[in-house]
């Protein structure tokens, strides 16, 4: 960041704690530059779910809706897809992957297909000559910034939201196996996914390391995020029996005896796709 004040990337200095929005000086991008490490198809599980969950308000708007990709990275790919996909719900989207390093932005800049995918160089404020966006994707964002910024930040991107409109902040690995996102809207965080490509997990708990920065530091004895994850780990081991069956099927008795203690959103539709999502207030730190 280019104010001291604000909390930076992780290992960064910051001379003061500070619960306030991020800040920077007239014409500059708001944030810091960070690592780009991308992959492609690398947020499809993410992606697959913000196409079900905002599919009827992006149908629904009489004008082409916009979305935002932030921080897509060293390369355009993720931004790219995310289009694809939301394309094939609303043909009329409006994509806009933003960048704060000026030379990943002209690196995408030959992908772009304007007014329909464009790129531009910006930061937490989300510069949209004036618009709002129905959607904000933040993947692998916030991971590097210290968990004090994080409040601040969702603050100032859900400001950017239309209404009706969704943030989507979180992790995954480098190839899209694990992830873990927070959903947001307008009026603050609504509930936290784990997904997962079923094929190969161990056990549910192994999604933690993919924790976003508000709770990957909370997962330890007595926060509620460990004991859901603990419960979740036992309803596996319990449900092993189903995986003659298949890991999808035991993923999702492992899912129908949790939601007697959890109280698990959705049903066995989206639990076969590898993922259980839970209101944010129950693992809220």
Avoid at 106 to 116: Q, Y
Avoid at 222 to 235: K, P
């Amino acid at each position: 960041m280019a104010v001291s004040s604000v909390p930076g990337p992780a290992g960064s200095s910051a001379t003061r704690r500070t619960s306030k929005p991020p800040t920077s000086p007239a014409g500059r991008p708001v944030g810091t530059v960070t690592r780009g490490t991308t992959n492609t198809n690398r947020l499809r599980r993410m992606d697959r779910w913000i196409v079900h969950t905002l599919g009827h308000a992006l149908r629904a708007g009489h004008r082409p809706p916009v979305a935002v990709d932030l921080g897509y990275g060293a390369a355009p790919w993720t931004a790219v897809e995310l289009y694809g996909r939301l394309r094939a719900v609303r043909p009329d989207v409006r994509m806009v992957g933003i960048e704060i390093e000026p030379a990943r932005v002209a690196a995408a800049l030959p992908f772009a297909a304007p007014p329909a995918l464009t790129f531009r160089r910006g930061g937490f404020e989300v510069p949209l000559d004036g618009g709002r966006a129905q959607l904000i994707r933040a993947a692998n964002v916030l991971r590097q910034y210290e968990e004090e910024a994080v409040e601040a930040v969702w603050e100032r991107l859900c400001g950017r939201l239309a209404p009706g409109g969704l943030l989507v902040e979180g992790t995954c690995d480098e190839v899209g196996r694990r992830h873990v996102w927070v959903a947001l809207g307008p009026e603050g965080p609504r509930t936290v996914t784990f997904a997962a490509r079923l094929a190969g997990l161990e056990r549910p708990s192994d999604l933690a390391e993919r924790l976003p920065k508000a709770l990957i530091h909370h997962n330890v004895p007595g926060r509620a995020v460990h004991r859901f994850l603990t419960d979740f780990d036992r309803a596996w081991a319990a449900a092993a029996p189903y995986g003659a069956f298949g890991a999808r099927q035991r993923w999702v008795a492992a899912c129908t005896a949790l939601a007697t203690s959890w109280p698990l959103l959705d049903a066995r539709g989206r639990w076969r796709q590898g993922e259980a999502t839970l209101p944010w207030a129950v693992l809220a730190p």
